[in-house]
């Protein structure tokens, strides 16, 4: 069992950074695919990073290039840097783990509770 807990949401103005982390628990996490998303209401959920076991990183096109994701096995961490924001990526950002497929993952078992986000332009 993993839990999975998101923090450093908030509210931004358009073009700002902001970095999200998750904390997990439990010993399994390192041997984990994990993946972030984000989800806005009437939206589907979009992906977008992957990391796997390995540490490997795959990223969603909305945020290629302006998003990086990365991971801390031995704290049990996940962040996401968030670069150039812009007023379309407020939403609520979702981490997860044991993700399947590990790179440009689908479908995940353990799901943080979610942290808004919000930019203002």
């Known amino acids: 069992q993993v839990q999975l807990v998101e923090s450093g949401g908030g509210l931004v103005q358009a073009g700002d950074s902001l970095t999200l982390s998750c904390a997990a628990s439990g010993r399994t996490f390192r041997w984990l695919p994990v993946g972030w998303f984000r989800q806005s209401p009437g939206k589907a959920r979009e992906l977008l990073a992957g990391?796997?076991?390995?540490?490997?990183?795959s990223y969603g096109d909305s945020v290629k290039g302006r998003f990086t994701a990365s991971r801390d096995n031995v704290k049990n961490m996940m962040y996401l840097q968030m670069n150039s924001l812009k007023p379309e990526d407020s939403s609520v950002y979702y981490c997860?783990?044991?993700?399947?497929?590990?790179?440009?993952?689908?479908?995940?078992?353990?799901w943080g509770q979610g942290t808004h986000v919000t930019v203002s332009s």
């Open positions: 997860a783990a044991r993700c399947t497929p590990e790179e440009f993952p689908r479908a995940c078992d353990y």
């Open positions: 990391i796997t076991r390995d540490g490997a990183v």
